[in-house]
Structure formats: structure tokens, C-alpha cells
């Protein structure tokens, strides 16, 4: 009896583990949404560049949201999904990386000022409060079910906070020094960055999942 139950208990788990997975990548994905339509707004009533992008990046961060559900909803220890939803997520950090860089490049060629915007200051503060948070248990739960995917979408998160500290930095800069480049250099710095982090996870390097 102890030995059938053994394995029953672990599956059990494991399952409880995915479900708690789940809830995160849902919390994440109705955050990013509501996150990318604020900024967006914000972002036109302002005239600024930083929000939008940073209203982007939301979008961009949804994708990997969804790609782990797709995987969790899955058999737990399905390797074929898990490889390939680390390959998506890491998809997703390299469409992050280019379009910084991208936006980067042409704020600072075309010199546009990034506006203050009391909604995106605002939503940055929030964002930086709650993507640890999130980030930490994300790794906590990749750690139980040793998914490297969603340790990998856990870097994601972590990256949104980074960001958001830019964005705050970007504007508080512009608005109280007169420093409008300080947003888009900001940017480019954390571009090979989140480049690596995508590299990484399409070779599944980033393997070492722990809490």
C-alpha cells in the first residue's frame, strides 16, 4: 500500500504545483493586458514614447504568459512541450530585446521627449511593487515542477520590473533634470540583457531551476 501510494502522492503534487502555475500565469496575463492598455492610453495623452513602449512590452510579455499555460495545462512531464515552450519563451525575450532597441534607437535619433504622466508614473511604481513578487513565486513553483520554462518566464517578469525602474527613472529624469535621453539609454543598456536571457532559453541552457 505504502509503495502504490508513494507514487500517487507525488503525482498529486506535482499536479497541485501546475495549478498553482496556472494562477500565476493567468494573474499574469490579466495584469499585462490591463498594464498595456493604461500605458497605451497614457502613453498617447502624454505624447510619450517610453509608455507605449512600455505598453508594448506588456503585449510581448502576454505571449510568454500564454505559452506557459499552454504548457501547463499539459501532462506535467510532457519534455516535448516543455523544450518547445522554452524555446517560445525565449522567442519572446529576442522580440523584447528588438523592439527596445528599436524604439531606443529612434527616440534618441528623432529626439522625443518622454513626457511626465502622472497614470505612468503611477503604473510603473505598481509594476515594480508586484513583478518580484510574482517573479519569485513563479520560480518557487518552476523549482517544484523543475520547469525550465517557467523558470525562464520568471527571468520575463523579473525583466518587466527592470523596465518599469527605467520608465520611472526615464521620466522622473526628463521632468526634473531636463535629461530627455535618459530613458531611451536606459533602454539600450538593458537590451544584451534580455538578449542573453533569450539565447539561453532557446538553447534550454537555463536549466538550474531554483527557489
Same mark, same amino acid.
Given at each position: 500500500?505504502? @509503495?502504490?501510494?508513494?507514487?500517487?502522492?507525488?503525482?498529486?503534487?506535482?499536479?497541485?504545483?501546475?495549478?498553482?502555475?496556472?494562477?500565476?500565469?493567468?494573474?499574469?496575463?490579466?495584469?499585462?493586458?490591463?498594464?498595456?492598455?493604461?500605458?497605451?492610453?497614457?502613453?498617447?495623452?502624454?505624447?510619450?514614447?517610453?509608455?507605449?513602449?512600455?505598453?508594448? $512590452?506588456?503585449?510581448?510579455?502576454?505571449?510568454?504568459?500564454?505559452?506557459?499555460?499552454?504548457?501547463? @495545462?499539459?501532462?506535467?512531464? /510532457? /519534455?516535448?512541450?516543455?523544450?518547445?515552450?522554452?524555446?517560445?519563451?525565449?522567442?519572446?525575450?529576442?522580440?523584447?530585446?528588438?523592439?527596445?532597441? +528599436?524604439?531606443?534607437?529612434?527616440?534618441? +535619433?528623432?529626439?522625443?521627449?518622454?513626457?511626465?504622466?502622472? #497614470?505612468? #508614473?503611477?503604473?510603473?511604481?505598481?509594476?515594480? +511593487? +508586484?513583478?518580484? =513578487?510574482?517573479?519569485?513565486?513563479?520560480?518557487?513553483?518552476?523549482?517544484?515542477?523543475?520547469?525550465?520554462?517557467?523558470?525562464?518566464?520568471?527571468?520575463?517578469? /523579473?525583466?518587466?520590473?527592470?523596465?518599469?525602474?527605467?520608465?520611472?527613472?526615464?521620466?522622473? *529624469?526628463?521632468? =526634473?533634470?531636463?535629461?530627455?535621453?535618459? $530613458?531611451?539609454?536606459?533602454? *539600450?543598456?538593458?537590451?544584451?540583457?534580455?538578449?542573453?536571457?533569450? #539565447?539561453?532559453?532557446?538553447?534550454?541552457?537555463?536549466?538550474?531551476?531554483?527557489?
Amino acid at each position: 500500500m505504502s @509503495h502504490a501510494s508513494g507514487p500517487r502522492n507525488e503525482h498529486s503534487a506535482r499536479a497541485d504545483h501546475a495549478r498553482a502555475g496556472r494562477r500565476l500565469e493567468y494573474f499574469t496575463l490579466g495584469w499585462n493586458l490591463i498594464e498595456a492598455a493604461v500605458a497605451v492610453g497614457a502613453g498617447l495623452l502624454a505624447g510619450s514614447i517610453a509608455l507605449i513602449g512600455f505598453g508594448v $512590452d506588456s503585449v510581448i510579455e502576454s505571449i510568454s504568459g500564454g505559452v506557459l499555460l499552454w504548457r501547463l @495545462h499539459a501532462d506535467e512531464t /510532457d /519534455d516535448r512541450r516543455e523544450r518547445l515552450a522554452l524555446k517560445l519563451v525565449g522567442g519572446s525575450f529576442l522580440l523584447l530585446a528588438a523592439y527596445v532597441a +528599436v524604439e531606443a534607437i529612434k527616440t534618441l +535619433v528623432q529626439h522625443e521627449t518622454p513626457q511626465a504622466s502622472l #497614470i505612468g #508614473i503611477g503604473l510603473s511604481v505598481a509594476s515594480l +511593487v +508586484v513583478m518580484p =513578487l510574482l517573479a519569485r513565486a513563479k520560480r518557487r513553483v518552476a523549482a517544484r515542477l523543475e520547469s525550465r520554462a517557467l523558470q525562464a518566464d520568471s527571468r520575463q517578469t /523579473d525583466l518587466c520590473a527592470w523596465l518599469s525602474a527605467i520608465l520611472l527613472g526615464g521620466l522622473a *529624469l526628463n521632468a =526634473l533634470m531636463g535629461w530627455w535621453w535618459a $530613458d531611451p539609454v536606459a533602454a *539600450l543598456l538593458m537590451v544584451p540583457i534580455i538578449a542573453r536571457e533569450g #539565447i539561453e532559453a532557446m538553447r534550454g541552457e537555463r536549466g538550474e531551476c531554483v527557489e
